[in-house]
């Protein structure tokens, strides 16, 4: 009976082995706390400078043609191409911004 608790008891070699690689330890995990802070900090410093330029950009371009800056605010991308024939939008617009 007691060679039966023993081999209970007795880890196998592939077990031991899995057990003793992946021990994390409180300093491994204060470790890798620490570079995800400083990678977190990393981040949010390279958006602030990424954003300070755009703003010092937007100032620049504001003080030198104000009217181009606003025009730039609003103005659409443009997109596709007409089809249509000349003489048909001619014809088109007369009927629809003409007197009867």
Request: with cysteine; hydrophobic share 30%.
């Amino acid at each position: 009976m007691r060679n039966g608790n023993a081999a209970q008891t007795e880890k196998k070699p592939e077990e031991a082995n899995e057990s003793s690689t992946c021990r994390i330890t409180d300093k491994s995990l204060s470790t890798v706390a620490r570079f995800e802070n400083e990678a977190l900090g990393l981040k949010q410093s390279r958006i602030c400078r990424e954003k300070k330029k755009l703003e010092e950009e937007n100032t620049e371009n504001f003080f030198k043609d104000p009217f181009q800056f606003a025009r730039q605010l609003f103005q659409q991308p443009r997109s596709g191409t007409l089809a249509a024939q000349k003489e048909e939008l001619k014809n088109l617009f007369h009927k629809a911004y003409s007197d009867p």
